[in-house]
């Protein structure tokens, strides 16, 4: 995953992650937003992902779901480009991104 070329922002290693900082980050339904946004994508900055948040905010989403593990993210100029860290978490959570990322939005469950 990880380019020679690439300046990447600190981060923890696969075996540091702990689920309750992965589930306490994806608990904001914004930051649930930018997740399965980034996996349609695959990577986006913080001015490319339609959240109905300020640019600053989402920035700050941005920097929790990296710190929790949840995403990577890489310098290219002065743009911050995230993508999910799908394979590192399957592996030492095997399922869980699956499931999250399946899970229907409350907006869009049927009512009753």
């Known amino acids: 995953m990880r380019d020679s070329q690439d300046t990447w922002l600190p981060q923890p290693a696969?075996?540091?992650?702990?689920?309750?900082q992965i589930l306490q980050a994806l608990a904001d339904p914004v930051r649930l937003q930018?997740?399965?946004l980034?996996?349609?994508?695959?990577?986006?900055?913080?001015?490319?992902?339609?959240?109905?948040?300020?640019?600053?905010?989402?920035?700050?989403?941005?920097?929790?779901?990296?710190?929790?593990?949840?995403?990577?993210?890489r310098l290219v100029g002065n743009t911050r480009l995230s993508r999910l860290r799908t394979a590192e978490l399957e592996e030492q959570f095997p399922g869980l991104m699956t499931a999250i990322l399946a899970a229907t939005p409350r907006d869009r469950q049927p009512v009753g």
């Open 34 to 36: 930018i997740v399965r």
């Open 38 to 73: 980034l996996a349609a994508a695959g990577e986006g900055s913080c001015t490319s992902l339609d959240v109905p948040v300020k640019r600053s905010t989402v920035s700050h989403h941005l920097r929790t779901l990296r710190e929790s593990g949840v995403v990577a993210t």
């Open 14 to 20: 696969p075996d540091e992650v702990e689920i309750g």
